[in-house]
């Protein structure tokens, strides 16, 4: 039993390029996020999902895209990455059900030049 | 949506001492509220929440508290060690079921 996993650990990027984030779960849980981590700004959301096909808007959805098109998977694309999306990606997953415990994987760090 | 701010932003404490975190919630909606620690370069991990239905809980050195009718709810520690060093988060679920609301975030620093 995995959990919830990402990949990859780390990614530089350049002004412009484009990237997809992994996320994967192996708890058949309905709810996936993924989160933005800076210093001071503690946890931002940026998209989620509440079940495959589905997906919404967070906090700071802008410049990112996300698909889930198998409910154990949820990815998050940058299409044209900028400095400010430099940060520590965290992807979660949840039951879903009032007050259950969201489950975080090991984070990606990227950095955009 | 949820808003949710927590205090300190930084806590230094002596090994031995008690260390308590505070957040306040703006939606009365709000019915669980999580305590997460992040040690350096590792992921959020829960280490203890509490229901709406209760003013208390407990797990061994650690406890939260909660007052409705402030809308405010703490983290306690007692007995601190050096491996309690962490960022602790506070959280609250508003009224978007499956969702949480993060405050910002407390670097707890704990000196031998």
């Known amino acids: 039993n995995a959990g919830v996993t990402q990949t990859p650990k780390f990614r530089v990027l350049k002004t412009g390029q484009s990237m997809t984030l992994l996320c994967a779960q192996d708890?058949?849980?309905?709810?996936m996020y993924w989160y933005r981590q800076d210093p001071g700004m503690g946890l931002r959301l940026i998209h989620y999902s509440v079940g495959e096909g589905t997906t919404a808007k967070g906090e700071v959805p802008d410049g990112y895209n996300v698909s889930r098109l198998k409910k154990q998977n949820f990815l998050l694309g940058l299409e044209s990455a900028a400095p400010s999306q430099t940060s520590v990606y965290f992807c979660?997953?949840?039951?879903?059900?009032?007050?259950?415990?969201?489950?975080f994987g090991p984070g990606t760090r990227l950095t955009v030049t | 949506g949820e808003n949710v701010e927590q205090h300190p932003s930084t806590l230094s404490v002596q090994e031995g001492d008690s260390a308590v975190i505070k957040c306040t919630y703006s939606?009365?909606?709000?019915?669980?509220f999580p305590w997460y620690k992040q040690e350096l370069g590792k992921r959020p991990q829960l280490i203890i929440d509490i229901r709406s239905n209760v003013g208390e809980k407990k797990d061994q050195r650690i406890a939260v508290t909660l007052n409705k009718t402030a809308k405010h709810f703490s983290l306690h520690i007692t007995e601190t060690q050096p491996e309690d060093s962490a960022v602790y988060f506070c959280?609250?679920?508003?009224?978007?079921?499956?969702?949480?609301?993060f405050g910002r975030g407390t670097q707890l620093t704990v000196w031998p």
């Open positions: 708890m058949n849980h309905e709810y």
């Open positions: 939606d009365s909606a709000s019915n669980y």
């Open positions: 959280a609250a679920p508003g009224r978007a079921l499956g969702r949480l609301y």
């Open positions: 979660a997953s949840s039951s879903g059900l009032a007050g259950h415990e969201q489950y």
